[in-house]
T-cell receptor, first 114, second 114 residues
Framework: DADVTQTPRNRITKTGKRIMLECSQTKGHDRMYWYRQDPGLGLRLIYYSFDVKDINKGEISDGYSVSRQAQAKFSLSLESAIPNQTALYFC?????????????FGPGTRLLVL | GDSVTQMEGPVTLSEEAFLTINCTYTATGYPSLFWYVQYPGEGLQLLLKATKADDKGSNKGFEATYRKETTSFHLEKGSVQVSDSAVYFCALEYYGGSQGNLIFGKGTKLSVKP
């Protein structure tokens, strides 16, 4: 499985602050993703990247931006955090496994915006 | 558009009970289907997958069969253990404008009592 790490694991911030969540992976997978998880809503896709020069908006990209600094690194930024961005954020990578594109998730970052 | 609907939880069972978590989907074409599991405090892990009608995915005693006629992919286990307590997500691979992305259900929390 991909070794996907996320930093920080927990973060408390105040409304209006800019914060960055970082994700790195060690398996050389081409695609990377950012999701947020809210109780009762499942996972929703924020941004995804097919490679360093190919970044795409997901279902709920408003208020977020991303940077793919290298194949192994994909950062998510909240330019001006607001309380309804309080959620659990997951980074994921994907690779073809037996012809099926399978996703591998990091451990998550729990964000609280006060 | 494509979507996944899974039974709402929480589901509480006694150890060694039979488990079924229902999942139905709406999709154009024939998507691949997945079950992911999220243990407390962790990211999602792939549990099993199926790529075409009548395929059965299986892992760790869990099974799910891709039923095209009923557009379903129900998760089953014959005898659950306390260690199976987790949140289970059904997902389909979406081919719209972004090949290989996943659409997740809202998740079903399972609690198994000794």
């Amino acid at each position: 499985d991909a070794d996907v790490t996320q930093t920080p694991r927990n973060r408390i911030t105040k409304t209006g602050k800019r914060i960055m969540l970082e994700c790195s992976q060690t398996k050389g997978h081409d695609r990377m993703y950012w999701y947020r998880q809210d109780p009762g809503l499942g996972l929703r896709l924020i941004y995804y990247s097919f490679d360093v020069k190919d970044i795409n908006k997901g279902e709920i990209s408003d208020g977020y931006s991303v940077s793919r600094q290298a194949q192994a690194k994909f950062s998510l930024s909240l330019e001006s955090a607001i309380p309804n961005q309080t959620a659990l954020y997951f980074c994921a990578t994907s690779d073809l496994d037996g012809g099926i594109r399978t996703q591998y998730f990091g451990p998550g970052t729990r964000l609280l915006v006060l | 558009g494509d979507s996944v609907t899974q039974m709402e939880g929480p589901v509480t069972l006694s150890e060694e009970a039979f488990l079924t978590i229902n999942c139905t989907y709406t999709a154009t074409g024939y998507p691949s289907l997945f079950w992911y599991v999220q243990y407390p405090g962790e990211g999602l892990q792939l549990l099993l997958k199926a790529t075409k009608a009548d395929d059965k995915g299986s892992n760790k005693g869990f099974e799910a069969t891709y039923r095209k006629e009923t557009t379903s992919f129900h998760l089953e286990k014959g005898s659950v253990q306390v260690s199976d307590s987790a949140v289970y997500f059904c997902a389909l691979e979406y081919y719209g404008g972004s090949q290989g992305n996943l659409i997740f259900g809202k998740g079903t929390k399972l609690s198994v009592k000794p």
